[in-house]
């Protein structure tokens, strides 16, 4: 089992150009997205969050139990869903604004115990950053890690919620020694002013750094860095391939059977290739389509 944690969304996105572009409500949240990608591709995934008791929370957790993933982990309440408003930029990037305060993610309370069958961990996002929260998901990530659990961490940085960016920068390193996995975007990367290499040194035994669409590079403990291109493809825009890309390498190291710090540190040149290359496909057809749409299993084929 994989267990994904983090915040679920409702994506405003707009249909067409201009302020006041009618906008149309999408399911999203980076942890979100990740966990209906893993369901998709059919790795055993749970989610670990806090939703509204709302429309939209419903919405959310249909969502999810449509991609076949568990929602017993997740908490309820009566405060509303929290909302991200989409720009889409003529290159179909995609910058957000949030409405958050008084949102019922931001009351996540850190379980007793995960799901007995936990293999991994996936932490990220906003739900790093927006207390109190963050606190009980940092508490998580730091528990899960102590225990021997797998764990994958995806900043996504997104500014104009962090409040003093110096804090975030030293809190982000002082989550580096409970991570086996790091990945996060070269936009990422640079905001939070360090190096794949710096990072390695004080915990994750893999680097992976996303560069949109020329594709992927993976820093490794031994030295080495191993980079593979982007998938070629008509982008109508890139709301979710970032989350896509996550859930593709933690599908794949499933597959390796290689969920395990130990495990990860081992891995080859050819199996990263193998890895690199599957995330690459698999964020090219979540970009192919409006939204966060990752693609299924039967899309893909075979790592």
Same mark, same amino acid.
């Given at each position: ?48 969050? !806090?939703?509204?008791? #709302? ?50 993610? !931001? ?9 007995? #069958? ?170 192919? !389509? ?14």
């Amino acid at each position: 089992m994989i267990v994904v944690a983090g915040e679920a969304l409702i994506d405003l996105v707009p249909q067409g150009r201009g302020a006041l572009a009618s906008l149309t409500p999408a399911l999203g949240g980076g942890p979100y997205n990740t966990a209906v990608a893993l369901g998709r591709l059919g790795s055993p995934t749970a989610f670990c969050s !806090r939703t509204s008791l #709302d429309a939209f929370g419903e919405a959310l957790l249909d969502g999810l139990r449509e991609a076949g993933v568990d929602v017993s982990p997740v908490q309820r309440g009566a405060e509303p869903t929290t909302l991200a408003v989409a720009t889409i930029d003529t290159n179909g990037s995609a910058a957000y604004s949030f409405y958050v305060d008084g949102t019922a993610d !931001r009351l996540f309370a850190a379980p007793a115990s995960l799901p007995t #069958d936990t293999r991994a961990v996936s932490f990220g996002t906003c739900s790093l950053v927006l207390e109190p929260g963050a606190s009980a998901y940092e508490e998580l990530l730091r528990t899960a890690a102590a225990q021997g659990v797998f764990t994958a961490l995806d900043p996504n940085i997104r500014a104009g919620l962090i409040p003093d960016a110096d804090a975030y920068r030293a809190r982000f390193k002082s989550w580096l020694p409970s991570v086996s996995l790091l990945k996060l975007s070269e936009e990422d990367a640079l905001w939070l002013g360090g190096t794949p290499r710096e990072w390695l040194a004080s915990g994750p035994s893999a680097v992976v750094v996303t560069h949109g669409g020329d594709g992927l590079t993976v820093f490794t403990r031994d030295g080495a860095a191993l980079a593979v291109p982007g998938e070629k493809v008509d982008v109508v825009d890139t709301i979710g391939a970032g989350d896509t890309v996550n859930a593709a390498l933690l599908h794949g190291l499933d597959t390796l059977d290689a969920l395990s710090p130990a495990a990860l540190a081992g891995l080859g040149v050819e199996d990263w290739t193998r890895l690199l290359r599957f995330a690459a496909r698999a964020a090219a057809i979540t970009c192919s !389509r409006a939204g966060a749409q990752p693609p299924y299993a039967s899309e893909l084929g075979g790592l």
